[in-house]
């Protein structure tokens, strides 16, 4: 590995995400499985019948692949429902929002990609937990 790469992966990483961090929300619980340059993978668990809030970003691009549940996506104005194998790329600045309609978890893989990785570049445009 060279020192240049070694260097982005450090900056990311002291920016943002911590490979093995994991964090409780109220809606479920995110983990973070991978950092890289550029991309962060979390593995998040949306506990049945609860919402990520509204939101956008930035900075970054997310591509969601659910890997057990289903799933409401909203994406903009368009309303969308995923189950397990499907997958939807949200582009950076795309306004949208996860929900799980199931009586199980809901647990999906969420790749961010983009050069400024972090929590901050959050935007919440609504949310039902007062955040």
Same mark, same amino acid.
């Given at each position: 590995?060279? &020192?240049?790469?070694?260097?982005?992966?450090?900056?990311?990483?002291?920016?943002? *995400?911590?490979?093995? $961090?994991? $964090? $409780?929300?109220?809606? !479920? =619980?995110? @983990?973070?499985?991978?950092?890289? #340059?550029?991309?962060?993978?979390?593995? +998040?668990?949306?506990?049945? !019948?609860?919402?990520?809030?509204? /939101?956008?970003? /930035? *900075?970054?691009?997310?591509?969601?692949?659910?890997?057990?549940?289903? #799933?409401?996506?909203?994406?903009?104005? =368009? &309303?969308? =429902?995923?189950? @397990?194998? &499907?997958?939807?790329?949200?582009?950076?600045?795309?306004?949208?929002?996860?929900?799980?309609?199931? @009586? @199980?978890?809901?647990?999906?893989?969420?790749? &961010?990609?983009?050069?400024?990785?972090?929590?901050?570049? +959050? $935007?919440?445009?609504?949310?039902? *937990?007062?955040?």
């Amino acid at each position: 590995m060279s &020192q240049n790469h070694d260097d982005k992966a450090k900056k990311v990483i002291s920016d943002g *995400y911590h490979s093995g $961090e994991s $964090e $409780e929300r109220p809606w !479920g =619980r995110w @983990t973070v499985l991978d950092v890289g #340059a550029s991309f962060v993978i979390k593995r +998040i668990e949306v506990s049945p !019948g609860e919402m990520l809030s509204k /939101q956008r970003h /930035q *900075y970054r691009a997310e591509h969601w692949l659910i890997a057990s549940g289903v #799933a409401d996506i909203w994406l903009n104005d =368009r &309303q969308i =429902r995923l189950g @397990t194998g &499907q997958s939807v790329d949200i582009p950076v600045g795309m306004i949208h929002r996860i929900g799980n309609p199931g @009586t @199980t978890a809901l647990i999906f893989i969420e790749v &961010q990609l983009g050069d400024r990785l972090m929590e901050s570049d +959050i $935007e919440r445009l609504a949310d039902h *937990y007062g955040r």
